[in-house]
T-cell receptor, first 115, second 113 residues
């Protein structure tokens, strides 16, 4: 089944404890992206990747890191999480970032709470 | 500033009734407009994608319209079902090269029997 998977789905952690949220897609998509969703706000892009070894900042990159060493995986790293990073995180992928009509597929979400 | 605004914020209707959700945008350059359905606790799922040259597009009981001149879109749901209860998010793609999406805050629809 074609899908975007994220792990973990739920995570409670404490301030300053490094964590990684994994994202994997099995559709051979070039483009991958991370978003966060907060109440009253639309999804906001954190980082995106047009292809392997190509990453760029989105609208809210502060406090996050990403890497794209292989096509299928795009982990989101929080080196020193803070309470303001408590949010619902979505990973998404699409076939080609440069093609306007292609659809983005979203993962199931990771609910992160930082105490 | 590129923005997407949706109305109403929330809507309650009875099963079997129709409803229309609104979206206004100020994104430039405009590439296309999408409507997503997001069930509680799940990721958004695409309903339609429309370019500036498409005025109307249907997906089952969902019909989206786009007026590129006034920068407005609507999503009409016909004969609503309980399973239509979800958030509906209007999303505009900015430009043609980076797949950057600008998201509205969504309309929360609740369908009651």
């Amino acid at each position: 089944e074609a899908q975007v998977t994220q792990n973990p789905r739920y995570l409670i952690t404490v301030t300053g404890k490094k964590l990684t949220v994994t994202c994997s897609q099995n559709m051979n998509h070039e483009y991958m992206s991370w978003y966060r969703q907060d109440p009253g706000l639309g999804l906001r892009q954190i980082y995106y990747s047009m292809n392997v070894e190509v990453t760029d900042k989105g609208d809210v990159p502060e406090g996050y890191k990403v890497s794209r060493k292989e096509k299928r995986n795009f982990p989101l790293i929080l080196e020193s999480p803070s309470p303001n990073q408590t949010s619902l995180y979505f990973c998404a992928s699409s076939l080609f970032g440069s093609v306007s009509y292609n659809e983005q597929f979203f993962g199931p979400g990771t609910r992160l709470t930082v105490l | 500033k590129n923005q997407v605004e949706q109305s109403p914020q929330s809507l309650i209707i009875l099963e079997g009734k129709n409803c229309t959700l609104q979206c206004n945008y100020t994104v430039s350059p405009f590439s296309n407009l999408r409507w997503y359905k997001q069930d509680t606790g799940r990721g958004p799922v695409s309903l339609t994608i429309m370019t500036f040259s498409e005025n109307t597009k249907s997906n089952g009981r969902y019909t989206a319209t786009l007026d590129a001149d006034t920068k407005q879109s609507s999503l009409h749901i016909t004969a609503s079902q309980l399973s239509d209860s979800a958030s509906y998010i209007c999303v505009v793609r900015e430009g043609d090269n980076t797949d950057k999406l600008i998201f509205g805050t969504g309309t929360r629809l609740q369908v009651f029997p």
